[in-house]
């Protein structure tokens, strides 16, 4: 009887673990219509890791940008930058590493930009550019 017990509680809390793990948000659950256009990772697996996406977003009143970029991926001594652009305006197709990360010519179209730097500081900057 101990053991059909034990052997219960233990179905219960894995099949309340797997619930739980399906059932969590995602990306595509937060507020803004994100969508990824762009992205960049080098290949440095030794040193530190750049990340870089260009996102539109459709709906900047309750964009959740800060969530969005909280929820990409980050590696302990990497860098983590979301350029975020209005959902109708261009966006560029390839990005770079380094200081600037697209063409100037978008400057004016980006919305937001997202940056986790590799001491793992965060900041979000609406209008960047302007």
């Known amino acids: 009887m101990k053991k059909i017990g034990i052997g219960l509680f233990v179905l219960v809390l894995i099949a309340w673990m797997l619930k739980d793990t399906f059932k969590s948000s995602g990306i595509d659950q937060l507020k803004g219509g994100f969508t990824e ?31 969005y970029g909280n929820a990409m991926p980050h590696t302990k001594y990497g860098n983590t930058k979301v350029y975020f652009f209005l959902h109708m305006n261009d966006t560029p197709k390839k990005l770079y590493p380094g200081k600037v990360n697209f063409e100037t010519q978008f400057n004016n179209l980006c919305y937001a930009r997202y940056e986790k730097s590799a001491m793992g500081n965060v900041g979000l900057v609406k209008w960047p550019y302007r």
């Open 37 to 67: 256009v762009a992205k960049y990772r080098n290949e440095n697996n030794t040193g530190p890791v750049q990340r870089i996406y260009a996102v539109t977003v459709s709906d900047t009143t309750h964009a959740e940008l800060l969530k």
